[in-house]
Every structure is written in structure tokens, then in C-alpha cells.
């Protein structure tokens, strides 16, 4: 089965909402992350958050290594937050190597 | 800065044609990776290297061969091009502390239409 699944698959918010993106993980975890991924495909490295709880700005990164799950919280939603969201993880099966989500596409709308 | 630069950003070739996507980091990283997008799904691993001169498959990587000839570049190459390669290829790399991944560091990604 998947090892990486991310949650909900696409989501619209109202400017100044608030979302929570989820990720879930069927193995132990090495490391993670979480990237944004502009329109346009680039990709911005957002966290990098193992275990703990992080923030940068409006966004806030959970990771609880027992529950098996990441988590990325946007506060006061921007139209410019619009994009997909992409969790990566290195699960813990001595290959070295990252695991990505499917993504969650966010739009943001006025 | 840390840096991954990907050659060509776009490329048009056609089936059965030889195709080398290349990938040059300046982070000293050890790791570096080869992925590939679909429209509207996550990224896959096709190749990824740990060592210059060394190679392992990663969960994609049928039709597709790597090569790492130094610590800084890494090459992804379609031997015989097929419609099903169409996608965007993404390098990235990375360094490890201890038993994990560090940062993964990605190019801006490689648009390859195969007609």
C-alpha cells in the first residue's frame, strides 16, 4: 500500500481562512519534510521538521513521530499561498532514500 | 547558497531517440537524486547515487539509467525514449547526519515532452 498519503487531495479557502494539510506515514520516520510547489513547478523547501513542532511566518509544521503523521498549518490564508503542497519523508527502511505525498493543491480565492 | 542546476529545462525528442538529462550541485552533498512528476501526482524516484561512480534504483527506474562520474554531477539517461516519459524530471541532493537525510535540495526541474 501507499506509504505516504496526504490529506485532503485538493482544498479552496476564502482569503484569510485558515487550513490544515496532513500527512500520514506507515512506517517509522527518519526524516521529513514538507515543500511548496509554485504554479509554475518550482519547488521551495518549507521545513524541515523530523519531530517538534516548527514555524516560519503564517505556517506552522507538526510532526508526532507515534502517531505516525506530519502536519502543516496555514494561518490567515494569502492568494498567493495557492500552489500544492508536498510532504516528503524518509521512512525508516535503511534505504537512504525520501518518499513524497501525492500533494495537497490549494487554491486561494478573494 | 546551496546549489542544484538542471540541463536542459525543456526538451522535445522522439520515440526511440537517446535522450541525457543532467544535474550539477555545488553543495558537496553526497546524495543526489533523479524524481519524475506526472501532472497532478507527487514525485517519484527513479535513480539516486551516494558516492560518485556508484548508482541504485530507486522505485521507477525501468527504462532509465544514471550516472554519477564525480561528486558534483549526476546524469539521468533515456536510452530509448518512449511516449510514457513525458513528464517533469526533478534532481535534487542532499547530505546525511548520522542514520538521516538532511535538506533535499532540488533543481528547477527538466519539462520533457517525447513525441
Known amino acids: 500500500g501507499q506509504q505516504v498519503q496526504q490529506s485532503p487531495a485538493s482544498l479552496v479557502l476564502q482569503e484569510g481562512e485558515n487550513a490544515e494539510l496532513q500527512c500520514n506515514f506507515s512506517?517509522?520516520?527518519?526524516?521529513m519534510q514538507w515543500f511548496y510547489q509554485r504554479p509554475e513547478g518550482s519547488l521551495v523547501s518549507l521545513f524541515y521538521n523530523p519531530s517538534g513542532t516548527k514555524q516560519s511566518g503564517r505556517l506552522t509544521s507538526t510532526t508526532v513521530i507515534k502517531e505516525r503523521r506530519s502536519s502543516l498549518h496555514i494561518s490567515s490564508s494569502q492568494i498567493t499561498d495557492s500552489g500544492t503542497y508536498l510532504c516528503a519523508m524518509e521512512l525508516h527502511t535503511g534505504n537512504y532514500k525520501y518518499v513524497f505525498g501525492a500533494g495537497t493543491r490549494l487554491k486561494v480565492i478573494a | 547558497e546551496a546549489a542544484v542546476t538542471q540541463s536542459p529545462r525543456s526538451k522535445v525528442a522522439v520515440t526511440g531517440g537517446k535522450v541525457t538529462l543532467s544535474c550539477h550541485q555545488t553543495n558537496n552533498h553526497d546524495y543526489m537524486y533523479w524524481y519524475r512528476q506526472d501532472t497532478g501526482h507527487g514525485l517519484r524516484l527513479i535513480h539516486y547515487?551516494?558516492?560518485?561512480?556508484?548508482?541504485e534504483k530507486g522505485d521507477i527506474p525501468d527504462g532509465y539509467k544514471a550516472s554519477r562520474p564525480s561528486q558534483e554531477n549526476f546524469s539521468l539517461i533515456l536510452e530509448l525514449a518512449s511516449l510514457s516519459q513525458t513528464a517533469v524530471y526533478f534532481c535534487a541532493s542532499s547530505d546525511r547526519l548520522g542514520g538521516s537525510a538532511e535538506t533535499l535540495y532540488f533543481g528547477s526541474g527538466t519539462r520533457l515532452t517525447v513525441l
Open positions: 547515487s551516494y558516492v560518485a561512480d556508484s548508482t
Open positions: 512506517t517509522s520516520l527518519n526524516s
